[in-house]
């Protein structure tokens, strides 16, 4: 699996990419989930079943290459400390999906929760 992630990191730095991963913050992220963007918890499936964002699916971002989304879909990344939903964000962009939009850190949707 690792080979594959190096690999797809290697496609998408020696062609470059026209589209890239936008980070969005808390108000951002519910603006487009309420217009009906999937939501992707890229942490395994353990942390996922800790707890995760109400309506988000648990995809490991060692596995986000096998999505099957539209490419045009509006895609939420999000993991524990930002770094996974950046690669995550990045193999998706790679692969031509167009709306990919990095949350970062799963603790950027919690402290929305609380205020």
């Known amino acids: 699996m690792k080979k ?5 990191i290697s496609i998408i730095l020696i062609t470059g ?8 913050d808390y108000k951002e992220a519910k603006e487009l989930i309420d217009k009906g963007a999937t939501i992707i918890d890229v942490r395994t499936e353990l942390e996922y079943n800790q707890g995760h ?12 290459e096998y999505i099957e989304n ?5 895609i939420i990344v999000y993991c524990r400390s930002g ?9 998706l962009t790679g692969l031509g999906y167009k709306h990919i939009y990095d949350l970062g850190s799963k603790d950027n949707w919690k ?4 205020k």
Not at 4 to 8: K, N, P, R
Not at 111 to 114: P, Q, T
């Open 4 to 8: 594959i992630i190096l690999i797809l």
């Open 17 to 24: 990419c026209d589209n890239k991963s936008i980070k969005i």
């Open 53 to 64: 964002i109400e309506g988000a699916i648990n995809v490991p971002y060692v596995e986000i």
């Open 70 to 74: 539209d490419k045009n879909d509006n």
């Open 83 to 91: 770094s996974r939903s950046k690669t995550a964000a990045d193999i």
């Open 111 to 114: 402290e929305n929760l609380v």
